[in-house]
């Protein structure tokens, strides 16, 4: 069993729709939780970083941790089809500055216009 | 400002040769990790250089791969004898090292996309 499970779709809504995002993770040493962005033929950029479980919002983006289940989740509202593109779950141990992150592989998301 | 820089953004060699990937990391940035991002595995952790410390290289997959760091800023990852399953895309971050999210965010580069055919 990998140390994070993400389920790798493609998932495919039309705009407008709420879109939910998932990760289960054994590791329970995880603190920070990180959720990823990624373009066709780009690097993955920081969209959501969390420490504690919870909900955080950010515009349009809501992440959110349950650590007694070992569960984190992203929901984007109003998707739009700028919002296509690969999204990584990640964690770490301690800060993401000086430890190597673990990922998700990634779930394909399509917003179809 | 400048963010990650990595080349060549494709290369494409042949089974059994070397290769060298760069990766110029946002200035100032003490930290550098190099991920390797396959279809089916996702991205994987390679290698970590912190300041001056010795390297982290637990996810190096055999002693084939390598990396250097020059000053603390530019590294090189280097493969030897490459082969067919080395083909991935290889990704360099780096970060400050602050100890407060999100200031310690790591920063990806577009990564160099390698074919070894």
């Known amino acids: ?113 | 400002g400048a963010g990650v820089s990595q080349s060549p953004s494709n290369k494409v060699t042949e089974k059994g040769k070397d290769v060298e990937l760069r990766c110029d990391p946002i200035s100032g940035h003490t930290a550098l990790y190099w991920y390797r991002q396959s279809l089916g595995q996702g991205l994987e952790f390679l290698i970590y250089f912190q300041g001056n410390s010795a390297p982290d290289k637990s996810g190096l997959p055999s002693d084939r791969f390598s990396a250097e760091r020059t000053g603390g800023s530019v590294s090189t990852l280097t493969i030897q004898r490459t082969q067919q399953e080395d083909s991935a895309v290889y990704l360099c971050a780096s970060s400050l090292i602050t100890g407060i999210p999100p200031t310690d965010t790591q920063y990806f580069g577009p990564g160099t996309r390698l074919t070894v055919l």
């Open chain 1, 1 to 113: 069993q990998k140390e994070v499970e993400q389920d790798p779709g493609p998932l495919s809504v039309p705009e407008g729709a709420i879109v939910s995002l998932n990760c289960t993770y054994s590791n329970s040493a995880f603190q920070y939780f990180m959720w990823y962005r990624q373009y066709s033929r780009k690097g993955p950029e920081l969209l959501m970083y969390t420490y504690s479980s919870g909900n955080k919002e950010d515009g349009r983006f809501t992440a959110q941790v349950d650590k007694s289940s070992k569960y984190i989740s992203l929901f984007i509202r109003d998707s739009q089809p700028s919002d296509s593109a690969i999204y990584l779950c990640a964690m770490s141990v301690a800060g993401s500055g000086n430890t190597p992150l673990v990922f998700g592989k990634g779930t394909r998301l399509s917003v179809i216009a």
